[in-house]
């Protein structure tokens, strides 16, 4: 356990950022097997409105540096195309 202020204060922020990063991240990995279910079960309008709902999440992850830009830019891409491709 820390003993000086700033390291204390450094602790809390870390989990607190911690958390966040975690709570981003599921939400992008959640709309993404959302997506790619609809996509299975051949939904393509409902899927159509989910894309841009998780492209959204991609970026979100991609911005607080969760996913690179290379990850973000592939994952959009290849959902994207399923989802054209139906």
């Known amino acids: 356990m820390p003993n000086i202020k700033s ?3 450094r602790v809390l922020t870390n989990k607190r950022k911690c958390e966040e990063n975690i709570l981003v991240d599921s939400r992008m990995k959640n709309s993404i097997k959302k ?3 609809l996509v299975k079960e051949g939904k393509k309008e409902e899927s159509q409105e989910l894309l841009n709902t998780t492209i959204k999440n991609i970026d979100k992850a991609q911005n607080i540096n ?3 830009k290379n990850k973000s ?3 959009k891409s290849r959902l994207t195309k399923s989802v ?3």
Do not use: D, G, P, T
Request: aromatic share 0%; net charge positive; proline share 0%.
């Open 7 to 9: 390291a204390k204060k």
């Open 35 to 37: 997506l790619e279910k």
């Open 66 to 68: 969760i996913v690179s």
């Open 73 to 75: 830019a592939r994952l």
């Open 84 to 86: 054209n491709q139906m």
